[in-house]
């Protein structure tokens, strides 16, 4: 059955069009809005006049930041989620990487990136860069949900990194108890819904309670014709408002340096897979180091992998795979020792001791109490991974068709990055 990848690069939406065209205008300011959020610091608490120092220290922005924001569905549009994690960046200080995403759809983000605040003769400016050079786009796919675990996030370079805009901040509202209204300092370059550019205004409001942090972000964006007329966007004084809050997402740090990241739980009323459970997983695989996409069931023509809990698969998958539920959406972050181990697999161009990054979504599960006279699958066919094509967002929804019947067959060890090819 034909399919087709979806991945999504950090410079905008691909393939809008009608109502989806209407979305992506709507979003795509939100990254800017983001970054323009940024310079507004550590604000006052709301029971004090509001004051703004001089000079603002850009690691204590970016700290009130950090965390997750969203935007409950209106007017037809989705729930909306930001995720903002401080992350380091050799040649760049002070830094951020972002998530922008559906709610329905966690691991497929439709803007990501870095900023990067400065602190330039007393004001605060802020950098936002588009995504790594290098693997076609895979790298960002990669990175999806490792904002929950910052730790896991690989080394990147300055020079990896394309500069795609210079944020000046103007302050207004300093009086206002603990709110404080930034507006951009010139219109953005966009070819976003028609327009030739975009303005953000953003209004920063800090909490009662958490000291520093930023609790709301309310926010609008308007494109611009080349003539300046509006031409996407809402009315003057209307925002849509995100709210500090704690996602379901949920991070598992375990033993020989696994880490499980639950993006999507899945059905809570099922039962989670375990010993004996037949399962049928749809997977990508990445090098950690590169983002090089090695192996992916998502290309045309291929199925789920089905396999039975445990598995002749490597042992990062065997540890980390039970517990999924299906319709669950995991990432596992594997270190070299639990993937390929120092031979690595060559013919999958994946080098000794290489971590790796998987990203799983269980389609199909049988416990092992359901299962009669049943032998695990595996794939019997080994089609050399191709170039996966770019999105039409927004993202559907995860399947639940049940695999065919599975039929035991040989391993053919060696030929793909496969979790059950050695």
């Known amino acids: 059955m034909a399919r087709t990848q979806r991945v999504v690069g950090v410079t905008g939406v691909a393939g809008v069009g009608g109502a989806r065209r209407a979305a992506a205008a709507l979003a795509a300011g939100l990254l800017l809005a983001a970054s323009a959020a940024l310079g507004q610091g550590v604000i006052g608490q709301p029971i004090k006049p509001f004051e703004w120092p001089a000079v603002r220290a850009s690691a204590a922005t970016v700290r009130s930041l950090a965390g997750s924001y969203r935007a409950p569905a209106a007017h037809g549009q989705p729930e909306l989620h930001l995720h903002l994690a401080a992350v380091n960046v050799e040649g760049l200080a002070d830094t951020l990487y972002f998530e922008l995403s559906r709610a329905d759809s966690p691991n497929d983000p439709f803007r990501s990136g870095v900023l990067?605040?400065?602190?330039?003769?007393?004001?605060?400016?802020?950098?936002?860069?588009?995504?790594?050079?290098?693997?076609?786009?895979?790298?960002?796919?990669?990175?999806?949900?490792?904002?929950?675990?910052?730790?896991?996030?690989?080394a990147l370079k300055a020079e990896q990194l394309t500069p795609v805009s210079d944020i000046a901040v103007t302050r207004r509202g300093?009086?206002?108890?603990?709110?404080?209204?930034?507006?951009?300092?010139?219109?953005?370059?966009?070819?976003?819904?028609?327009?030739?550019?975009y303005t953000t205004v953003i209004e920063a409001v800090a909490g009662t309670q958490d000291e520093g942090k930023i609790n709301t972000i309310r926010w609008s964006d308007r494109g611009l014709d080349a003539a300046g007329a509006q031409v996407w966007g809402p009315p003057e004084g209307q925002f849509t408002e995100f709210a500090r809050f704690e996602?379901?997402?949920?991070?598992?740090?375990?033993?020989?340096?696994?880490?499980?990241?639950?993006?999507?739980?899945?059905?809570?009323t099922s039962e989670p897979s375990a010993s004996g459970s037949q399962l049928a997983l749809e997977y990508s695989g990445w090098l950690h180091a590169s983002g090089l996409l090695f192996d992916s069931s998502r290309e045309a023509n291929r199925d789920p992998f089905t396999?039975?809990?445990?598995?002749?698969?490597?042992?990062?998958?065997?540890?980390?795979?039970?517990?999924?539920?299906?319709?669950?959406?995991?990432?596992?972050?594997?270190?070299?020792?639990?993937?390929?181990?120092?031979?690595?697999?060559?013919?999958?161009?994946i080098p000794g001791d290489a971590a790796l990054v998987f990203e799983i979504e269980c389609v199909y599960h049988k416990p092992a109490e359901k299962l009669i006279n049943t032998a695990p699958a595996v794939p019997t066919s080994t089609p050399t991974p191709t170039p996966p094509t770019p999105p039409t967002p927004p993202a559907p929804a995860p399947s639940t068709r049940a695999p065919s019947a599975p039929q035991a067959a040989a391993p053919s060890p060696g030929t793909t990055g496969r979790p059950g090819e050695q």
């Open 307 to 349: 396999l039975q809990l445990p598995a002749q698969v490597i042992q990062g998958w065997n540890a980390g795979v039970p517990g999924i539920r299906q319709g669950g959406i995991r990432r596992l972050i594997i270190p070299g020792a639990l993937g390929y181990g120092p031979n690595g697999n060559p013919r999958a161009r």
């Open 116 to 154: 990067q605040v400065r602190q330039e003769e007393g004001v605060l400016r802020v950098y936002q860069f588009s995504g790594v050079n290098q693997t076609g786009g895979a790298f960002t796919r990669m990175l999806a949900g490792l904002w929950a675990a910052p730790e896991a996030f690989p």
């Open 247 to 268: 996602p379901e997402t949920k991070v598992d740090r375990r033993d020989g340096g696994l880490i499980v990241i639950d993006l999507r739980p899945g059905d809570l």
């Open 174 to 197: 300093e009086e206002n108890n603990g709110r404080a209204e930034l507006r951009s300092a010139a219109p953005i370059p966009t070819v976003t819904g028609g327009a030739a550019s």
